[in-house]
């Protein structure tokens, strides 16, 4: 089987299930595990991911509202690829191709591939992707086992939680300000705390940072979608807003790796939770630092 990712979640599924040799193709943004580096991308953007945070808010609504894409397909790529299996997703164009725009270029090609659309919005959706992914590649076996190592991780997580549950706030971009949704609570709540910003399966919410300061956490993880950590600070250390002040001086503040472990909805959101149980307890580890706002 030939086998196409247009999604980062995606890919790392197909490589957990032992079935990278199956890959032929993935997206530009694509990155993990290292493997998936060396092989050929169809997938590009407009945007300038160098960019602040608050520009590429700006460039991503420009290009909604005159319809044009966020992420665009070579098509002529994906010709050459031939492959049988395209696998995208159906719940944020910003991360990956419109859903409907790659079933469009899938009945184009000369022999049209299979396309597989995940659409997890919480823990229980990311373990149904996987296991839709192995029904693909028929591993339906090893991705049963996939997902009991992962809910068996997060269990030992959970029996291990500090005593006291930390209020936390999870903070997926800072301009403008979103709190971060679908499957994080879920993973706060198996480290041992309690999001006070959003729910289990709920979309990211834009808020007010004079609106957040009312929610009094104990804890504030800054998990950017798409940043590693140091871009995270670099955005932090800009901030100027009096009210994202205040909060940061009132509670501790940490950084994760969102890029890696919480942004997208495949196998490495286990690490996440790990990651903030680590915060929780006060100590850092790859991916996770702690951040202290200049005087």
């Known amino acids: 089987m030939r086998v196409v990712s247009l999604?980062?979640?995606?890919?790392?599924?197909?490589?957990?299930?032992?079935?990278?040799?199956?890959?032929?193709?993935?997206?530009?943004?694509?990155d993990y595990p290292p493997a998936a580096g060396r092989l050929?991308?169809?997938t590009s953007s407009p945007i300038d991911s160098s960019g602040s945070s608050g520009s590429i808010d700006a460039d991503v609504r420009r290009l909604t509202s005159s319809g044009r894409p966020v992420i665009v397909v070579d098509a002529a790529a994906l010709s050459r690829l031939a492959p049988d299996?395209?696998?995208?997703?159906?719940l944020c164009e910003v991360c990956a191709v419109a859903d409907g725009e790659v079933h469009r270029l899938a009945r184009i090609l000369p022999n049209p591939p299979?396309?597989?659309?995940?659409?997890?919005?919480?823990?229980?959706?990311?373990?149904?992707?996987?296991?839709?992914?192995g029904d693909a590649l028929h591993l339906r076996n090893e991705a049963e086992e996939l997902v009991a190592g992962l809910?068996?991780?997060?269990?030992?997580?959970?029996?291990?939680?500090?005593?006291?549950?930390?209020?936390?706030?999870?903070?997926?971009?800072?301009?403008?300000?979103?709190?971060?949704?679908?499957?994080?609570?879920?993973?706060?709540?198996?480290?041992?705390?309690?999001?006070?910003?959003?729910?289990?399966?709920?979309?990211?919410?834009r808020r007010s940072w004079r609106s957040v300061l009312e929610l009094r956490p104990d804890l504030v993880v800054v998990m950017l979608c798409g940043f590693p950590v140091g871009r995270a600070r670099e955005e932090l250390e800009a901030l100027t807003s009096p009210e994202?002040?205040?909060?940061?001086?009132?509670?501790?503040?940490?950084?994760?790796?969102?890029?890696?472990?919480?942004?997208?909805?495949?196998?490495?959101?286990v690490d996440g939770a790990e990651?903030?149980?680590?915060?929780?307890k006060e100590r850092e580890i790859p991916g996770l630092e702690r951040w202290r706002p200049a005087a």
Do not use: K
């Not at 994202?244 to 490495?268: C, E």
């Open 7 to 30: 999604l980062p979640a995606a890919t790392e599924m197909v490589m957990a299930l032992g079935a990278g040799d199956a890959l032929v193709g993935v997206s530009h943004e694509c």
């Open 40 to 42: 050929p991308r169809v």
């Open 85 to 90: 299996l395209l696998l995208t997703q159906g």
């Open 114 to 133: 299979a396309v597989l659309s995940l659409s997890a919005r919480d823990l229980a959706g990311i373990w149904n992707d996987i296991r839709t992914v």
């Open 151 to 205: 809910r068996d991780r997060l269990d030992r997580l959970r029996s291990c939680a500090p005593s006291v549950r930390r209020r936390v706030l999870c903070i997926e971009w800072l301009d403008p300000l979103y709190l971060a949704g679908h499957w994080v609570p879920e993973l706060v709540s198996a480290a041992g705390g309690v999001d006070v910003g959003a729910v289990a399966g709920s979309h990211s919410t």
């Open 244 to 269: 994202a002040r205040q909060l940061f001086a009132n509670a501790r503040v940490w950084i994760m790796d969102g890029n890696a472990f919480t942004s997208r909805p495949g196998p490495r959101v």
């Open 275 to 280: 990651r903030l149980q680590a915060a929780m």
